[in-house]
């Protein structure tokens, strides 16, 4: 994934989240096969660009698409949401490193 695929990927995410938590309208009946195919490639795109990412922003992107992939839309949200250093920090704060 480039770095504008990067964005899009982030954008995409987000734009799930919101859909989830009442944010965004719901998606119409006639554009829910397209979506969830999309979501499939989205997913399939991100298991084979994994091995070989480097970029901090890309690996995040990836696993959160993974895990929304799944359903795990509060851990996608984390992974995109905060720099390592965030994340750490949140950590450090609760205790757990």
């Keep these: 994934m480039a770095d504008i695929e990067s ?16 944010r965004n309208p719901d998606l119409p009946e006639n ?18 660009e994994f091995a ?15 895990a929304m992939g799944k359903g795990q839309f509060t851990l996608g949200r984390l ?3 905060f720099s390592e250093d965030e994340s750490a920090e949140m950590l450090r704060s609760t205790g757990w490193i």
């Design 31 to 48: 554009l829910r096969a397209g979506y969830e195919a999309g979501w499939r490639e989205l997913i399939q795109c991100g298991l084979r």
């Design 7 to 22: 964005r899009t990927t982030r954008v995409t995410l987000f734009a799930a989240w919101a859909r989830r938590n009442g």
């Design 79 to 81: 992974a995109v949401a």
């Design 52 to 66: 070989d990412a480097e970029d901090s922003t890309l690996v995040s992107s990836i696993i959160g698409v993974l």
